[in-house]
């Protein structure tokens, strides 16, 4: 066993043992603090139906609605934590990019929230032994026997992430700034799950995007024809600038990756209105505008030119305003 993977379980044995020595205070604390513990009487539903309250599933359990952490441990086997060791403990158990990956999803929730007439408390689930996949969401963490056992409950499921997903997309975005971006995504309006799949599409599509632009006689100059593509910087620009933002509001609307590159295609094309944009690090930027039926709003694509005969897409927009 190297050294690494020794000062890992010894943490982990560490901060498991003063779990356990300190069960009855740490439940003390948490119900002095945060006043959410609760005897809930009643039978489970089996399933999570929309707009359907989930109820614990035996009766006389105790309810702690405090941050949670449900993983499995080698050697121990599956064990809850609650509070302040969440994402300590996340550190060492997840694999790298799950881990980079939920600390900064995670951090962007909202500690607490109100679903169905209950309160909820932000929580992580770790889904197999190996700490490669993940579920966000609200819950709480529900004691039996005397408290010697600990289940956490996810009521409202916000996001499930694999170490592939994460993977997927590394080109693009780091674990941290992919975990940070769908949070605010969500946050904004989006199903989390819905927004991860259009960036997944987006990044095994955009590579081979290829568009001609047909040249233009412009006051800022004359641009010859040539082919257009996306790069790895232009494919981050267009994915946040496409599900950071509010639904309805200067985006545009929930289409698939590949409907949404047919429509920057169709734009660079066929464009009603091509103008002289900013220049930036030298280079003189063009604005094609072209309103797309498909969408119903017009679709703004900017781009620049990187060598003779080829340019690059910088961005796509939706416009908010009469400016284009």
Same mark, same amino acid.
């Given at each position: ?13 560490? $901060? ?9 205070? +740490? ?25 359907? @309250?989930? &109820? *614990? ?6 309810? /702690? ?5 449900? +993983?499995?441990? *080698? ?24 881990? @980079?990956?939920? @600390? ?33 969401? =609200?819950? =709480? ?14 009521? %409202?499921? /916000? ?37 991860? %799949? ?5 990044? %095994? ?7 001609? $632009? ?29 599900? %950071? ?23 660079? @094309? ?13 280079? &003189? ?7 797309? *039926? ?5 679709? /703004? ?22 400016? =284009?």
């Amino acid at each position: 066993m190297g050294w690494k993977r020794f000062l890992v379980l010894t943490l982990v044995l560490l $901060f498991f043992g003063m779990m356990v020595s300190g069960a009855s205070a +740490t439940a003390s604390f948490v119900n002095a603090t945060v006043n959410s513990t609760a005897t809930l009487p009643g039978d489970p539903s089996p399933e999570k139906r929309p707009g359907g @309250e989930i &109820q *614990p599933e035996n009766v006389g359990a105790e309810i /702690v609605v405090e941050k949670f952490f449900g +993983t499995f441990v *080698p050697g121990i086997g599956w064990v809850v934590f609650i509070s302040g060791v969440v994402l300590a403990i996340s550190k060492y158990l997840y694999s790298k990019p799950v881990s @980079e990956f939920t @600390e900064a999803f995670y951090k962007e929730l909202p500690d607490r929230i109100s679903y169905n007439g209950q309160e909820l408390a932000k929580g992580i689930e770790n889904k197999n032994r190996w700490g490669t996949k993940v579920e966000i969401g =609200y819950g =709480y963490v529900k004691k039996k026997w005397f408290g010697l056992k600990k289940e956490t409950v996810i009521v %409202k499921s /916000v996001i499930t992430i694999t170490r592939d997903e994460v993977k997927a997309v590394e080109d693009l975005f780091s674990p941290k700034e992919y975990g940070k971006l769908l949070a605010q995504a969500y946050l904004n309006g989006w199903d989390a799950n819905d927004a991860k %799949k259009l960036a997944e599409e987006f990044d %095994k599509q955009y590579r081979g995007f290829r568009a001609y $632009f047909n040249g233009a006689n412009l006051d800022c100059g004359v641009f010859e024809g040539g082919d257009v593509i996306i790069d790895a910087k232009g494919a981050n620009h267009i994915i946040v600038n496409h599900i %950071k933002k509010k639904p309805g509001k200067d985006q545009f609307t929930h289409i698939s990756a590949v409907d949404l590159l047919n429509e920057l295609g169709k734009t660079i @094309e066929n464009p009603y209105k091509t103008t002289c944009g900013d220049i930036v690090n030298g280079k &003189q930027r063009i604005v094609l505008v072209r309103y797309s *039926p498909k969408l119903g709003k017009k679709v /703004v694509v900017v781009i620049e030119r990187i060598k003779w005969g080829m340019y690059r897409i910088v961005t796509a927009f939706p416009p908010s305003s009469g400016r =284009y």
